[in-house]
Structure formats: structure tokens, C-alpha cells
């Protein structure tokens, strides 16, 4: 961690006072997310006219995006709703009126400005969306730990301390958020585990942004957050090409099988094996099956009730066989539970598994990449399903893939 930390003396002392801050005013608390409530619900109807005196320009288009808006205004300032929590944020050197203060004030508004640079991002599946848009030199801190990286070149940044490892998500070190002149806080829905956390941040004078891409219903709409970290860092045109690209990829997916040539469609299976013994099957509507379908695939375990709090339910291997026996084709998540390198080695896990069709066929393909972490390169990912796909309807020679290998 970097040299030139504030005196202990003092940031202990601000550390009491939230402390205390917080186990009086609980009730306090209570009353400022119902006014973030109201902010969130009357803005976006009245932000056609005026806010803060401020003529509106326009909305951010958003095409699948919900759990998130922003609206345009004159003089640099733009109204950002997320979930139940409202911000606004000025351009850099913008003037912020004195009502937009008091409502900061009063716990109805968080005010942010440009440039946000320092920021800590607890979200390891935002630091790739920074990364697509070149704007990863605004972050400064992360909760992720360099080993825990897919993603290469945040590894190394981290391993060098260029992006420095400030503990857990849970217990970050707030004395050194503070020393290295925080300006953001971006969390995912895991920090409403620990809401200490993100009040103690909040009352230290820090912004936090908890992102909701997680909720989405569709894929795209997990990637259209992209436009906010573009509107966050000045951005928006590297961040809507980026949207745009992937967008296009999985347009011409749709459009191939919409031509008919794609025939009778394959059935597929994604899964894993626990050391319990426990089969997982991937959520028939979490948004790695809704790729799966989209690349022109029918879900094996689609019967099952959804859930949309998990991404992986849990049978016995009796009820996966039951289901899985005539797939077609079996995706492994090998990032969960016993980790097989060949068809043998997956057999041996139970040897029920060699009665499966897909297994008979040697059509499983598994994949170790951590796909949270990539959310930019979801279409990339559909094109790898389709080819999977494609190879085991018609034959031909087998596919080079980015995230998938086949067990052999």
C-alpha cells in the first residue's frame, strides 16, 4: 500500500464518531432512504421540466437496462437513479446549486463531480466494463485479491499495487480509502450482507454506488451498465461503441438461426458436480442459460421453478440423470466443486454419467474462465455456444473456442 497515511490519532477518532454516528441515529437511517425513496420516484416524472433550475436535455437511452436511468440537464449536470438511490452529478467545475445541497443534506440526493478518479470499486465484474472503455486508471482500489483476477491485466495491475488490495468487501482498510483520496465507492448486491460497511463509507464522506446489473433479467441489459461508468468517466462514446459491438454480434446469431438453416434444435445442460456429490444445474432463467438459448439451444432442466436468488440449484444425481440422459450436449463449470480434465476423469465422479448421451458421444465441453468477471464479452461467449452447437447438429470440423475446451 502507498506511504503517506493520515495521522492514526485522527482517523480513529472519525471512526468512533461513526460508530456512534450510526448506533444513534439508526432510526435516522430509516428515514433517509425514504426520502431517497421519494427522490427516486418524483424526479424522473418531474425531470422533463426543471431540477434545480436546470432546463432537461434528454434521457440516456437504455434498451434493456431497468434497475438504473439517467437524465441529461444544462449546466453540466446529469440526474442518475439507481434502484432506490438518486445522484447527481456536475462536470468538473460545474456550480452546484445550494437546494442540490441541502437536499445532500437532508439525505435525499448524493452529489458527485468530476473528475472521479480513486475509486474503489468492490464490484469485480464492473472493473471489466472500466477496462472496455480504457478508463481502468480511475480505479485505484479493489476487494478482489490478485489471484482471484481472470481477467489478466487487472491482475497485474494489482499484483504491481497500481490497483492496491484494500481487504475484503466486508472490512475494507477505510484508513487507507481515505489517504488515497477516495472519490467513489462502487459496490455489488453482496454489500447489503454487511450494510455497516457502506454506511461507514458513506459518513466518512465517500459516494457509493451499489450497481444492480446483477438483477437484470436480460444479458444485454447487464451489459448496457457500461453507459453509466461512460457517463461516470466521460466515456460515453467508447462505452455506447463497445454496447454496440457486442449488441451486433448477437443480432447476427439471431438472424442466422432465424434463416432456418439451423435445423432441429440441440439440448443442452449446464452443471456441476460439488464434492458432496450434489449436482448443480444452472437457473433455467439466470442469464448464462438465457446465452445458452440464445445461441439457438433448448435448456434440459428448463421444467424447473426458478428462483431468481440462485444461480445454481441443487439435485441429487439421480434427478440430474433423469434429465440429462438425453441432452445432447453438456456444458461443466468447472470453477465450482471437482474440476475433471477428460471424459474419464468425469465418469469416475459417478459412473452413472457414462450412460448419458452427451457423454457417449463425447459432446461435453467445459469452461473455467470466470465469466462474472467478463460481462463486456457476453456475445463472445454466444458465438462460442453456437459454434458448440453447430458442431454437434451438423459434424464438420471441430471449433476453436475462447471459453469453452471439449473433455476428451
Known sequence: MKKGRINKYIFIMIILFVSVFFSACGKGSADSKKGTDKTAET????????????????????KYAKEYSASFYEGGMTLINVGEDSFLLFDEGAEIPEDAKADEKAGKITILQKPLDNIYNASSSVMDHFLAINALDKVTMTSTKAEDWSIQEVRRKV???EISYVGKYSMPDYEYILDDGCRLAIENQMIYHSPDTKEKLIALGIPVIVERS??????????EWI??????????????????EQEKKIEDIKSELGNGSNGEAVQAALFYIGTNGIVGVRNPDDYMTTLLKTAGAEYAFDHLSSDS?????QLQMEEFYAHAIDADVLIYNSNFGYSPQTLDELVKIDGI???????????????????FQQPTKLADMVMDYYEIFKYVRDGGEEPELTYFERLK
Do not use: C, M
Open 159 to 161: 499484483e504491481n499495487d
Open 353 to 371: 454419467l457414462a450412460e448419458l448421451k452427451a457423454v457417449k458421444d463425447k459432446h461435453v465441453w467445459i469452461y473455467s474462465q470466470d465469466s
Open 43 to 62: 424526479s424522473t416524472s418531474a425531470a422533463a421540466e426543471q431540477l434545480y433550475g436546470r432546463s432537461y436535455i434528454k434521457d440516456l437511452e437504455l
Open 309 to 313: 436468488s440462485k444461480t445454481y440449484i
Open 227 to 244: 453507459k453509466l461508468y461512460g457517463i461516470l468517466t466521460g466515456e460515453e462514446t467508447a462505452a455506447q461503441n463497445v454496447f454496440d
Open 214 to 223: 446483477s438483477l437484470e433479467d436480460e444479458p444485454l441489459g447487464r451489459l
